[in-house]
């Protein structure tokens, strides 16, 4: 091939698909055909003369350069892949077959775009990751993380912000966002919100501008925003928020690409939101929200646990409401568990971080209390809480006050397993109850 003024066969090269590139040994474009424009964005007249590894992404210049110089050493590269920066900003996957023409002191390349493959890759990547993301996520923070590191691959972004919309409680919240605590200022907060609103709202798409970056810094570039609504079988739970790392405007593939992610996320947070109600619901009782009984077993099994490694000590207080069944009878099942609810609030306030207080069953509860070194906190505790339930409670418009019995017992005092301890609180209890109740009993020492 005849390469003197680097126009060989002009009229059939131009015909090709892929691109064909010559490069001077100090790395300058010397030819390109036509196929260049549609692949790099460039008219060829525009890539003369211009050096080669500048169009490269700087990622990947240092692989590149090291493989022209095997090239111009006599190697013979067939299957090279890089990324090239297009005219208008977007990146561009090349594979490139090139030799070294030692008479002509120049290298002859072929690009073939290989884009859309390298799309179609990351979206399976993708699906595979969010997919294994939504299955082996702990909790939702985890699931975002991951998707997150998924979708930066397929689609740069300064910013990445999930919305969640709460229909029950009218609430926008943002459960993840890749900008840190101080770097979410009122203005980044209320462009967010309202992006995010608007998608909720119309349940479409929307593509935005944001001013930000130039009232930081009035000669910054100005960025897009796309917003994705995550639609779930309920309906619209919320938004994807992305913000491009440049100023070229997101195009109907990017969009096409993040309404993929966006329904990937929004099925996996509906399974965890589903599978976190269903462990609360094992976990938890309904009526009050307190731990149940299950949970309240295994929180005593590790604090025991723990005080045999320790050699401390932990302390379980058995509650039972005075006549509770006379506030049924009198004012209703209704009022009786507006009343459950308000001793639960109550004790809650009497504890501390640590400790723990379960429904037990009916109008039986629980306290947990461990990491203490008073020999009287127990007692302490009973008290504060006998004193606190003492007051009055507002059941119909009526005043109504709950008089509780409390049994005390203390490991390793009154007993050396969990079973042993809340049998020991319990007859405590009962003795408080014997003892006319509204007053606590500590469990007596096995003989």
């Not at 060829?44 to 700087?58: F, K, N, R």
């Amino acid at each position: 091939m005849k390469i003197n003024n680097y126009a060989p066969s002009e009229n059939l090269v131009d015909l090709l698909l892929d691109a064909i590139c010559v490069v001077d040994k100090q790395g300058h474009f010397v030819f390109v055909s036509a196929a260049c424009q549609r692949i790099f964005g460039y008219r060829a007249d525009e890539m003369v003369g211009q050096v080669m590894i500048d169009l490269v992404h700087p990622e990947d210049r240092a692989k590149t350069l090291q493989a022209a110089n095997e090239i111009m050493a006599g190697a013979q590269q067939t299957h090279f892949e890089n990324r090239y920066l297009r005219k208008d900003g977007k990146i561009v996957h090349i594979l490139w077959s090139a030799r070294w023409s030692e008479n002509d002191q120049v290298r002859v390349a072929v690009a073939h775009d290989i884009s859309e493959r390298k799309r179609s890759e990351a979206l399976q990547a993708a699906l595979y990751g969010i997919s294994e993301a939504a299955h082996s996520s702990k909790d939702l923070l985890g699931l975002f993380q991951q998707v997150h590191l998924f979708a930066g691959e397929l689609l740069p972004s300064i910013d990445f912000s999930v919305a969640l919309y709460d229909e029950q409680n009218d609430q926008l919240s943002f459960p993840y966002s890749n900008r840190t605590p101080a770097e979410q200022d009122e203005g980044w907060q209320a462009h967010v919100s309202s992006l995010s609103q608007e998608v909720i709202r119309n349940g479409k798409t929307q593509l935005t501008t944001s001013a930000l970056s130039q009232q930081l810094a009035p000669d910054s570039t100005e960025h897009y925003w796309l917003g994705i609504p995550l639609q779930s079988h309920k309906g619209i739970i919320g938004a994807l928020l992305v913000q491009n790392s440049s100023a070229t405007r997101y195009d109907e593939h990017d969009q096409e690409l993040l309404h993929f992610v966006s329904t990937q996320v929004a099925t996996a947070i509906e399974r965890q939101q589903m599978l976190s109600r269903l462990q609360f619901m094992a976990q938890y009782d309904q009526l009050t929200q307190l731990p149940n009984r299950e949970l309240l077993n295994d929180r005593l099994q590790t604090a025991l646990a723990r005080a045999r490694r320790e050699q401390s000590q932990v302390a379980l207080l058995f509650l039972d409401l005075d006549k509770f069944k006379q506030v049924n009878d009198t004012f209703g099942h209704a009022a009786g568990d507006q009343l459950l609810q308000g001793v639960a609030q109550r004790i809650r306030q009497c504890l501390r971080e640590v400790d723990t207080v379960a429904r037990f069953a009916g109008d039986e509860f629980v306290i947990l209390l461990e990491d203490f070194h008073a020999p009287d906190h127990a007692n302490g505790v009973a008290e504060k809480i006998r004193l606190t339930l003492n007051q009055p409670f507002e059941l119909l418009g009526q005043s109504q006050t709950v008089l509780p019995s409390i049994g005390v017992a203390l490991y390793p005092q009154h007993a050396q397993d969990e079973q042993q301890l809340l049998q020991q609180a319990d007859n405590a209890m009962y003795r408080a109850k014997q003892n006319g109740g509204n007053c606590f009993k500590s469990a007596m020492n096995p003989e």
